[in-house]
């Protein structure tokens, strides 16, 4: 069965300081992996996108991993902000048709003064 | 930058009611998606259309359908709703189905 599991479930952490989650897939035949932030009440927003060939990829202060072998990614945030608050969530795509998207249920994270 | 807009942020219905989401996007995308998102579940597909008048079931399309007469509106009906169809909807569009997805807003749906 194709899942993404996602960790941790929340995170708490101080303003300027860096974190890192978690996200193993077992999606098969993989295509590619995006990480959205999604804001409370909005709809997500695509911060990365990495196909096979990818083992890295930034967007300003986050910075993405893929390690496809092991079926791992990791997203970095660099010196949190408060407007880093909200959830995470990993999308792993299948090869093939848009309708085979599978999603993580997110890390919720909350950046406090 | 892609705009996507939906009709309504917050939704009160009354289980029975037939209930119309609309969604609109300005970028000429092929493709469009209602998605639910729910506590503890993650974003779950219910419809995708890839061109005009052509749709296709996601994983939980059971009550509902959708329609999408024109390029840039794909709508999302719940024929009958039900309580259990309270949630957050979110409809999105891609250019192909390999690209980023750009999310609009959401509908918080509440069916009492």
């Known amino acids: 069965k194709n899942q993404v599991e996602q960790s941790p479930q929340s995170l708490i952490i101080l303003e300027g300081k860096n974190c890192t989650l978690q996200?193993?897939?077992?999606?098969?035949?993989?295509?590619?992996l995006r990480w959205y932030k999604q804001d409370t009440g909005r709809g997500p927003v695509s911060l990365t996108i990495m196909t096979f060939s990818e083992n890295t990829k930034s967007n300003g202060r986050y910075t993405a991993t893929l390690d496809a072998d092991t079926k791992q990614s990791s997203l970095h945030i660099t010196a949190s902000q408060l407007s880093d608050s909200a959830s995470y969530i990993c999308v792993v795509s299948h090869t093939g048709t848009a309708s085979k998207l599978t999603f993580g249920t997110g890390t919720r994270l909350q950046v406090t003064l | 930058d892609v705009k996507v807009t939906q009709s309504s942020r917050y939704l009160v219905k009354r289980t029975g009611e037939k209930v119309f989401l609309e969604c609109v996007q300005d970028m000429d995308h092929e493709n469009m998606f209602w998605y639910r998102q729910d506590p503890g579940l993650g974003l779950r597909l219910i419809y995708f259309?890839?061109?005009?008048?052509?749709?296709e079931k996601g994983d939980i399309p059971e009550g509902y359908s959708v329609s999408r007469e024109k390029k840039e509106r794909f709508s999302l009906i719940l024929e009958s709703a039900s309580t259990n169809q309270t949630s957050m909807y979110l409809c999105?569009?891609?250019?192909?189905?390999?690209?980023?997805?750009?999310f609009g807003p959401g509908t918080r749906l509440l069916v009492l």
């Open positions: 259309s890839y061109d005009v008048k052509m749709k």
């Open positions: 996200c193993n897939y077992t999606v098969s035949p993989f295509s590619n």
């Open positions: 999105a569009s891609s250019l192909t189905v390999r690209e980023t997805q750009y």
